[in-house]
Nanobody, 115 residues
């Protein structure tokens, strides 16, 4: 199983980024998908969560209205559109596949929000 994130980078406050996570080696449509983030010295936190069929979505309070999670089961992809980015969004963003029994992690992609 592989989860490969991409799309991170350096962006100014107020800017946007779109993260992608490509999944392989698993029945993607059977997994709930999540984006987590981890900033230096802080615990990993759940940012956004989408059910296996995309019908149920949840966000951490600080990103509501700014971030949008989506998935394409035909392409085995999950996305995180991040708008109006703030310096406090700076972190490594990780993709997570959560099944009934198993779970998998990507290696993460760095997002830095700074002027």
């Amino acid at each position: 199983v592989q989860l490969v994130e991409s799309g991170g980078g350096l962006v100014q406050p107020g800017g946007s980024l779109r993260l992608s996570c490509a999944a392989s080696g698993l029945t993607f449509s059977a997994y709930r998908m999540r984006w987590y983030r981890q900033a230096p010295g802080k615990e990993r936190e759940l940012v956004a969560d989408i059910s296996s069929d995309g019908s149920s979505i949840n966000y951490e309070d600080s990103v509501k209205g700014r971030f949008t999670i989506s998935r394409d089961n035909a392409k085995n992809m999950v996305y995180l559109q991040m708008n109006n980015l703030k310096p406090e969004d700076t972190a490594v963003y990780l993709c997570n596949a959560r099944g009934a029994v198993t779970g998998y992690w990507g290696q993460g992609t760095q997002v830095t929000v700074s002027s």
